[in-house]
């Protein structure tokens, strides 16, 4: 930093932060990520991932093309349809199951080609957000 | 002080409208009753009210739809009027005639007129017998290319030959000259006959880049009606719309059309028998001409920028004339005053496509200061629920000018901070900066088009390196302390499954 003072941060509320640097005021809103901190200054958002292996270890590495995929619910909601069943072979953007929400219909697709090797979501059954309906291996 | 038009009122509703409603009421010194479900106890219309009555589970179809529970209510916690918001009940004839078989006012007009003008077909007719001008178009079935080259000759191309059975776009063309009209017509026969076995046609006249522009109306039950001039509702998402303006920059633009349409959408309510707050839409062209759509029976979403702009409460309207008072005001003292511009501010994610984000609000700072007015139903802590529209606040703001409202909604967007949930806050800031609408270019393909050109939300040189200290210092001061404290994960539904054993 050119600043001979350097940035001074100061906690104003929990998770939000005044910065003052080189005489001007920024405002920046923190949430908790799950591989990351989210910084939002100014309606701009910024994923910053953390160096710190004692926090953020465990949560490495879940995720890889090879080998099995679970496809999660990405909010909380209602099967309304599932497409395909257990041992299909499906292709890479193939609809797998519908999930509703707040009168909206999202169709969760195969992320990559495979077979479903497991498949929990029923219709008409309330999922929550980050539950696992399926897996592609 | 003169004793109010009703002493108790229940309003059959949730989410921000209900809490828009139950303020007037209490400024006009009448008592409030809230109905809510399940997912809504801690709600903030429940919180407000002064008197609350349960209808059943979550589900809308079993709580706020239920006709029979809300009359209970109603009749239990002995409310004179019952006001319906908009959604739900608010349109069902049914409802309206159940509340006046019941010796309990209506907020709204009458069961027949809501049933006359449901029909998008039977409001057309009316509209056309009212002489109100609709999309020159011949709904009868076409008996060959011949007759559609005829209408073309009196409306002009380009025209849209639609099937008489259709939907989705299927068995639909554009044709734009004489010389495309056979095999167009070949074209959208032949699909209507694959789609829908039913190969018969229909001609319209298409309004190119159209408009959406509505008036709101309100009139007594002794037969006087007024209109308050109009709205532009052209920015809309899926058919939804998602913000709105008054004036029209094309109305504001064009002296005596504002009359016109007012006068035209009076005709066609007046022949519906109309009373209490109600909207005519229509679709206008880019040379100004407009055309009946339908009539909407209820208070609209967006009323707060008529409010703004001529300065009336249009609930403390609608309770006067249900009481069954003469309507004060003649046309002569309704006058518009600067532009107010209303954005709709939901739980969805603009970074993903906009689906929908339902969750807890952790964080929440509202945007404060001169010609703001926030609409919302939101506190912090508490759960946006995943059983209604997902619509949190409507954040409206006044100024003198179209320019400084635009400038004022992109100040009053940069203090809003809603955390823990994704808004499409900023989305609108992209709008506001856009070009084309700063021109006040719009019309109702605005957002699709502008999705498609605009740019990557991006941020000034530097913000970045100061998001990374920030990233650093939180980490630091708050990590080791909430791994410490931090719960275990738990399922939310796994709870509420808990919870509901134990009762």
Redesign the interface.
């Known amino acids: 930093m050119s600043d001979p003072t350097g940035?001074e941060?100061v906690?104003v509320?929990?998770?939000?932060?005044s910065?003052l640097?080189n005489g001007r005021s920024?405002e920046?809103?923190?949430?908790?990520g799950d591989d990351?901190?989210i910084?939002?200054?100014?309606?701009?958002?910024?994923e910053?991932e953390?160096q710190?292996p004692?926090?953020w270890s465990r949560r490495a590495g879940r995720r890889g093309v090879e080998g099995r995929l679970n496809i999660a619910a990405?909010?909380?909601?209602k099967v309304v349809r599932v497409l395909v069943a257990q041992g299909d072979t499906v292709e890479a953007g193939q609809g797998l199951l519908v999930v509703e929400?707040?009168?909206?219909q999202?169709e969760m697709k195969a992320p990559k080609a495979g077979r479903v090797v497991s498949l929990t979501a029923r219709e008409g059954a309330?999922?929550?957000?980050g539950?696992v309906l399926a897996a592609i291996e | 002080m003169s004793t109010p038009v009703f002493l108790k009122v229940l309003i059959a509703n949730r989410g921000e409208i209900a809490v828009r409603i139950m303020r007037t009421l209490r400024e006009m010194g009448i008592g409030t009753v809230a109905v809510f479900s399940d997912a809504d106890r801690t709600s903030l219309h429940v919180r407000m009210a002064d008197e609350a009555a349960w209808v059943g589970p979550s589900p809308s179809a079993e709580s706020y739809l239920r006709i029979d529970r809300i009359l209970d209510a109603a009749r239990h916690h002995r409310a004179e009027a019952i006001h319906p918001g908009y959604g739900f009940l608010s349109e069902n004839a049914d409802f309206a005639a159940a509340c006046e078989a019941a010796g309990i006012a209506f907020i709204g007009p009458s069961a027949d007129s809501i049933r006359r003008m449901g029909s998008k077909t039977a409001a057309r007719q009316m509209a056309i017998a009212a002489g109100a001008p609709v999309v020159p178009g011949a709904h009868d079935v076409l008996s060959g290319p011949a007759e559609a080259r005829t209408f073309a000759r009196e409306f002009g191309y380009p025209l849209l030959l639609k099937a008489v059975a259709g939907g989705g776009g299927k068995g639909m063309r554009r044709v734009d000259s004489d010389a495309e009209l056979d095999s167009a017509f070949r074209d959208a026969s032949s699909e209507a006959e694959r789609s829908f076995k039913n190969p018969d046609l229909y001609v319209e006249k298409l309004i190119e880049r159209p408009r959406h522009v509505e008036i709101q109306l309100l009139g007594d039950r002794h037969g006087h009606m007024i209109h308050f001039g109009e709205r532009e509702c052209s920015i809309q998402r899926r058919h939804q719309k998602v913000m709105e303006e008054c004036p029209s920059p094309l109305v504001a633009a064009r002296p005596g059309m504002r009359e016109a349409m007012g006068e035209a959408a009076i005709r066609v309510a007046r022949s519906a028998g109309y009373y209490n707050a109600g909207t005519v839409e229509f679709l206008v062209d880019a040379a100004g001409n407009f055309y009946f759509l339908e009539m909407n029976t209820r208070l609209q979403v967006e009323h707060p920028i008529t409010e703004l702009v001529t300065g009336h409460d249009l609930v403390r309207l609608q309770l006067e004339v249900a009481a069954g008072e003469p309507l004060r005001l003649q046309q002569r003292d309704i006058a518009w005053c600067g532009s107010a511009i209303e954005c709709r501010v939901y739980a969805e994610d603009p970074y993903n496509n906009f689906f929908p984000s339902p969750g807890k609000l952790t964080r929440l700072t509202r945007p404060l200061g001169p010609g703001i007015r926030l609409d919302g139903c939101v506190y912090e802590g508490w759960t946006v629920p995943i059983d209604y529209d997902p619509l949190l606040a409507k954040l409206a703001v006044w100024s003198e000018s179209r320019d400084e409202s635009i400038a004022r909604m992109l100040r009053a967007l940069r203090e809003y901070d809603v955390a823990g949930i994704h808004t499409n806050i900023t989305f609108f800031r992209q709008i506001l900066e856009d070009a084309e609408f700063r021109a006040g270019r719009l019309h109702t393909r605005f957002v699709d088009e502008f999705l498609e050109r605009r740019q990557p939300f991006t941020a000034p040189e530097g913000l970045e390196s100061i998001a990374r200290l920030v990233a650093e210092f939180h980490a630091k001061h708050n990590g080791a302390r909430r791994e410490a404290e931090a719960p275990p994960q738990r399922s939310r539904w796994l709870q509420s499954g808990r919870l509901e054993a134990l009762r």
Do not use: S
């Open positions: 940035p941060i906690t509320e929990p998770g939000v932060y910065v640097l920024y920046a809103r923190v949430e908790d990351c901190v910084v939002f200054i100014d309606g701009h958002r910024f910053i953390i710190d004692r926090r990405p909010m909380p909601g929400a707040m009168k909206m999202n309330t999922v929550a957000a539950e």
